[in-house]
């Protein structure tokens, strides 16, 4: 009775119900809602399935030469999951899931095949990527997810994630939210922020799959990531929330992009600033021509002709908000509107100045190529 006890407590604190004498009540009456969920959200999952095609390498040959290798064009195939957004046939998934693929397929519950599917936009900032296929020629009509609020969630809030994990399709597990506002390392050296953390499990191929409230059933995140030195699961999954989720969609829908205020720079990651000596501020790494940074003076870093590396302007303020890492400055930018004028706070050497730049709309680049280093003379 005292196991059965322990376990009535922690099912009332999940808030599943009452637990029968046998123990199993509460059980039942998870598992029921487990399965209502799954059933109003298995048409709305897909398989996504890519293929990269990568030209054959070189091999040394005599005389130093470069010969080509004889074999083919390899075919690099690689998957995930993703979620019908609505009935044009719009897909959403994860960036990481479509990066650099030649071609893309979907599949859908209860179709025997594959569907063509072209890529509308991706952004490696928020690891979204929205896809495209032609709803008229599905035979059947699609199933957009149920969207929830992932602002209302809190932690301890019970959650299921549906994806297809391994290949294995529409596989559901079961967890909780275990934290809200992650921050986790991204492509590029950009940060994926404000993530909604889980152990329900994830592993490979649920990228892009749906995180959903186990009380609405509806669609909280979006599948992306997981914190693992084997790969595998082992209970710290993050998701993207679905407040971002619509916001990144709809422009990447509207524009096939997501435009961002930008000054125009390039920014050293901050472990690069870190072991540059440098306490707190953005390290401008380099500048693009003619960009609002450009035109207000900032100057990038640059290499000495003994390779030595001479730090050029590090942003520490915009307007009145003191800025001490990358995350901080984009925060601060993306603010802004088109058009708007915004003071920056430099520091270069010893010396501090105020520049005034116009905001722009652009791509998010976070460091340049090598090439684009200069050399000091």
């Given at each position: 009775m005292a196991h059965v006890s322990r376990m009535e407590a922690v099912l009332r604190h999940l808030g599943v119900g009452e637990v029968g004498v046998d123990g199993m009540a509460g059980a039942a009456t998870a598992a029921e809602g487990g399965a209502a969920v799954f059933r109003r959200s298995r048409d709305s999952v897909v398989f996504v399935q890519t293929s990269v095609l990568q030209a054959p390498t070189s091999a040394q040959g005599p005389f130093g030469l470069l010969m080509p290798r004889s074999d083919a064009i390899v075919k690099r195939e690689g998957a995930?999951?993703?979620?019908?957004?609505?009935?044009?046939?719009?897909?959403?998934t994860n960036a990481h899931v479509v990066r650099q693929a030649s071609s893309?397929?979907?599949?859908?519950?209860?179709?025997?095949?594959?569907?063509?599917?072209?890529?509308?936009?991706?952004?490696?900032?928020?690891?979204?990527?929205?896809?495209?296929v032609d709803p008229k020629g599905m035979g059947h009509a699609l199933a957009p997810i149920s969207r929830g609020q992932s602002q209302r969630l809190e932690v301890g809030d019970e959650v299921f994630a549906l994806g297809n994990p391994f290949g294995l399709d529409l596989t559901m597990t079961a967890g909780i939210v275990s934290g809200l506002g992650r921050e986790i390392p991204a492509q590029e050296g950009s940060v994926l922020s404000n993530l909604i953390q889980t152990d329900a499990s994830i592993n490979p191929g649920n990228s892009g799959g749906p995180l959903l409230d186990a009380r609405t059933g509806g669609m909280v995140g979006v599948t992306t990531a997981i914190l693992s030195p084997s790969g595998a699961s082992v209970g710290l999954g993050f998701a993207i929330p679905v407040d971002l989720v619509e916001k990144v969609v709809g422009e990447i829908i509207q524009h096939g992009?997501?435009?961002?205020?930008?000054?125009?720079?390039?920014?050293?990651?901050d472990r690069v600033r870190e072991r540059l000596g440098v306490e707190k501020g953005v390290v401008v790494w380099g500048v693009r021509p003619n960009s609002p940074a450009a035109v207000a003076g900032v100057v990038g870093a640059t290499v000495n002709r003994d390779e030595s590396l001479v730090i050029?302007?590090?942003i520490v303020?915009?307007?009145e908000t003191s800025i001490e890492t990358t995350e901080a400055l984009l925060k601060a930018v993306g603010k802004f509107r088109l058009g708007d004028r915004t003071p920056l706070l430099v520091i270069r050497g010893p010396t501090r100045r105020r520049v005034t730049l116009q905001i722009h709309f652009t791509e998010l680049e976070n460091h340049p190529p090598n090439a684009s280093f200069r050399f000091k003379e």
């Amino acid at each position: 009775m005292a196991h059965v006890s322990r376990m009535e407590a922690v099912l009332r604190h999940l808030g599943v119900g009452e637990v029968g004498v046998d123990g199993m009540a509460g059980a039942a009456t998870a598992a029921e809602g487990g399965a209502a969920v799954f059933r109003r959200s298995r048409d709305s999952v897909v398989f996504v399935q890519t293929s990269v095609l990568q030209a054959p390498t070189s091999a040394q040959g005599p005389f130093g030469l470069l010969m080509p290798r004889s074999d083919a064009i390899v075919k690099r195939e690689g998957a995930g999951s993703g979620v019908v957004w609505d009935a044009a046939g719009h897909i959403v998934t994860n960036a990481h899931v479509v990066r650099q693929a030649s071609s893309v397929e979907v599949g859908f519950r209860g179709v025997g095949k594959t569907v063509s599917a072209k890529l509308v936009g991706a952004d490696a900032v928020t690891d979204l990527a929205v896809l495209k296929v032609d709803p008229k020629g599905m035979g059947h009509a699609l199933a957009p997810i149920s969207r929830g609020q992932s602002q209302r969630l809190e932690v301890g809030d019970e959650v299921f994630a549906l994806g297809n994990p391994f290949g294995l399709d529409l596989t559901m597990t079961a967890g909780i939210v275990s934290g809200l506002g992650r921050e986790i390392p991204a492509q590029e050296g950009s940060v994926l922020s404000n993530l909604i953390q889980t152990d329900a499990s994830i592993n490979p191929g649920n990228s892009g799959g749906p995180l959903l409230d186990a009380r609405t059933g509806g669609m909280v995140g979006v599948t992306t990531a997981i914190l693992s030195p084997s790969g595998a699961s082992v209970g710290l999954g993050f998701a993207i929330p679905v407040d971002l989720v619509e916001k990144v969609v709809g422009e990447i829908i509207q524009h096939g992009r997501v435009q961002r205020a930008q000054l125009g720079i390039f920014m050293a990651p901050d472990r690069v600033r870190e072991r540059l000596g440098v306490e707190k501020g953005v390290v401008v790494w380099g500048v693009r021509p003619n960009s609002p940074a450009a035109v207000a003076g900032v100057v990038g870093a640059t290499v000495n002709r003994d390779e030595s590396l001479v730090i050029g302007d590090v942003i520490v303020a915009v307007g009145e908000t003191s800025i001490e890492t990358t995350e901080a400055l984009l925060k601060a930018v993306g603010k802004f509107r088109l058009g708007d004028r915004t003071p920056l706070l430099v520091i270069r050497g010893p010396t501090r100045r105020r520049v005034t730049l116009q905001i722009h709309f652009t791509e998010l680049e976070n460091h340049p190529p090598n090439a684009s280093f200069r050399f000091k003379e």
